[in-house]
């Protein structure tokens, strides 16, 4: 059974900084490229950041650029580091997994991604 668990969300203030982890287990890490996704309360889900398998290839949505790095580990955790937050990263964030027979992955493809986490709330709020 796969279970996918994130943590680590909870109020921050706007600049400040916060750690996402996602905690995965029931399938083969390293076949999967990881995603962390976000949906905003009356806003569709938007993809923000995804990581290969070897974690050599990143991708990130333009509105987190910079500020945002995604990172995974060998004990099958990937990791959403937010820095200089905005109100607007006020969303729930999901972790997700894509298996892959190749190197990349796609912040966009959402469909690709087969299983998913139930979510953590990231809040930015002076």
């Known amino acids: 059974q796969v279970q996918m668990v994130e943590s680590g969300g909870g109020l921050v203030q706007p600049g400040g900084s916060l750690r996402l982890s996602c905690a995965v287990s029931g399938l083969s890490f390293r076949d999967y490229a990881m995603g962390w996704f976000r949906q905003a309360p009356g806003k569709e889900r938007e993809g923000v950041a995804c990581i290969s398998r070897n974690g050599g290839i990143t991708s990130y949505t333009d509105s987190v650029k910079g500020r945002f790095t995604i990172s995974r580990d060998n004990a099958a955790h990937v990791y959403l580091q937010m820095d200089n937050v905005k109100s607007e990263d006020t969303a729930i964030y999901y972790c997700?997994?894509?298996?892959?027979?190749?190197?990349?992955?796609?912040?966009?493809?959402?469909?690709?991604?087969?299983?998913w986490g139930q979510g953590t709330q990231v809040t930015v709020s002076s």
């Open positions: 997700a997994a894509d298996f892959k027979t190749y190197e990349g992955c796609s912040v966009f493809a959402q469909y690709e991604y087969k299983y």
